[in-house]
């Protein structure tokens, strides 16, 4: 069984500042993806990022990067340059295991300050 | 053209109803899935279909029953509704169930009330 630890559950930002969020999880697979998910106010599931286990490499889009510690199973994500766009919640999630189930952390309220 | 669509995104109700929801993607993929997020915004997979087969049956009330006509489709049936069911549920699509590098579209997601 995989579980997902987002110890922060709210964080704000100034607009054009940067900010990460912290992730750590535990799985018992090798084989695995994990990934961060947005939720804005509008609710819509929106993929951020995504990160191949193991590639050693962080997973780098646009203004979003990863921070991805195998070892330690930590899977921050950093926003550069925030925007008021970025104003949601955040969820971070292995997939992995039977079935390929992705589970999901109980999310980061994410405020961006103008 | 939308990816991932769900039927109503807005269903109030009293208890003891049943009602359904419906999801289409017209991603061409072969996995589908219904996830509960509740008032805490803990989001939680229910069930997940491969080409019309029942893949993934998370610990859920026999109340629920997915009905999946074709791969393109998978709708959820909800009988005898309980104020507990009140949450927002989600469609999501990905184009394998067995490959863990497959990525989950979701669709824009229901509000059920049950009152």
């Known amino acids: ?114 | 053209d939308t990816a991932v669509s769900q039927t109503p995104k807005y269903l109030v109700t009293q208890m003891g109803n049943d009602k359904s929801i419906k999801c289409e993607q017209n991603l061409g993929h072969d996995t589908m899935y219904w996830y509960k997020q509740d008032s805490k915004k803990f989001l939680k997979i229910m069930f997940s279909y491969n080409n019309k087969e029942l893949i993934i049956n998370e610990t859920v009330p026999n109340r629920f029953s997915p009905k999946s006509p074709d791969k393109a489709h998978l709708n959820l049936h909800i009988n005898s509704l309980e104020l507990g069911d009140s949450a927002v549920y989600f469609c999501a699509s990905s184009r394998t169930w067995d490959r863990y590098s497959d990525t989950q579209y979701f669709g824009p997601g229901t509000r059920l009330t049950v009152l």
């Open chain 1, 1 to 114: 069984a995989q579980t997902v630890t987002q110890s922060q559950p709210e964080m704000s930002v100034q607009e054009a500042e940067t900010v990460t969020l912290s992730c750590t999880y535990d799985t018992s697979e090798n084989n695995y993806y994990l990934f961060w998910y947005k939720q804005p106010p509008s609710r819509q599931m929106i993929l951020v990022i995504r990160q191949e286990a193991y590639k050693q490499q962080n997973a780098t889009e646009n203004r979003f990067s990863v921070n991805f510690q195998k070892a330690a199973k930590s899977f921050s994500l950093k926003i550069s340059d925030s925007q008021l766009g970025d104003t949601a919640m955040y969820f971070c999630a292995p997939s992995g295991g039977a079935n390929s189930k992705l589970t999901f952390g109980k999310g980061i309220t994410l405020s961006v300050r103008p």
